[in-house]
């Protein structure tokens, strides 16, 4: 495994509530990512970041903001759920090495319902 | 932009035969990297295989092999001799092997493999 957890695993959430989750890493990898799963459209990345306090967005980046204050963590915040941000988040980092191509591992993902 | 397509939403094969996993993708760039992960039952995203855009010849992981057609734009996972664990969601994903980019991955939308015993 390449070091990389996610909180909370599973969450159940109203509409209208602010949601925050995590992504751990502890491989000191230069990228982070967050991805979306839904079915019907495979992964979608949401937002990614390249360093501490270095983000952007991804293709579904509306509603979703991010912060990276440490090499390690890498929040994803919902300010306001709405349902139809239900869905599987991934995480993934990459970009330890200096070679041209660095693999990238992901989490085990998060489970958001939001009713 | 680029665009990943899977255009098998599900595919099925007996157990011990072989099955061709499609997709195609859209891209103006010369360099890049391709790949097939793998997502069974409990989520996890598995890496499968890994095609370099500059390597003629085609990947090859044990029983997983690609069909790599760069004119055709073309990258197909071929799994021989199925087993039962071969069962699961398996993508394509098309990464830019720009210099200084952010290894992002692009999707395509998924092909379930079904291993019937």
């Known amino acids: 495994d390449a070091g990389i957890t996610q909180s909370p695993r599973h969450k159940v959430t109203e509409t209208g509530t602010p949601v925050t989750l995590r992504c751990h890493q502890t491989?000191?990898?230069?990228?982070m990512y967050w991805y979306r799963q839904d079915p019907g459209h495979g992964l979608r990345l949401i937002h990614y970041s390249y360093g501490v306090k270095d983000t952007d967005k991804g293709e579904v980046s509306d509603g979703y903001s991010v912060s990276r204050s440490k090499t390690e963590d890498f929040l994803l915040t919902l300010e306001s759920a709405t349902s139809s941000q239900t869905s599987v988040y991934f995480c993934a980092i990459s970009g330890l090495g200096l070679a041209a191509y660095n693999e990238q591992f992901f989490g085990p993902g998060t489970r958001l319902t939001v009713l | 932009a680029q665009t990943v397509t899977q255009s098998q939403p599900e595919m099925s094969v007996q157990e011990a035969e072989t099955v061709t996993l499609s997709c195609t993708y859209d891209?103006?760039?010369?360099?890049?990297?391709l790949f097939w992960y793998k997502q069974p039952p409990s989520r996890q995203m598995i890496l499968v295989i890994r095609q370099e855009a500059y390597k003629q010849q085609n990947a090859t992981e044990n029983r997983f092999s690609v069909n790599f057609q760069k004119a055709a734009k073309s990258f197909s996972l071929k799994i021989s001799d199925s087993q039962l664990g071969d069962a699961a969601m398996y993508f394509c994903a098309y990464r830019s092997a720009t210099q200084g980019g952010s290894e992002k991955l692009v999707f395509g939308k998924g092909t379930k493999l079904t291993v019937n015993p």
């Open positions: 891209t103006s760039e010369s360099d890049y990297y």
């Open positions: 491989e000191n990898h230069r990228y």
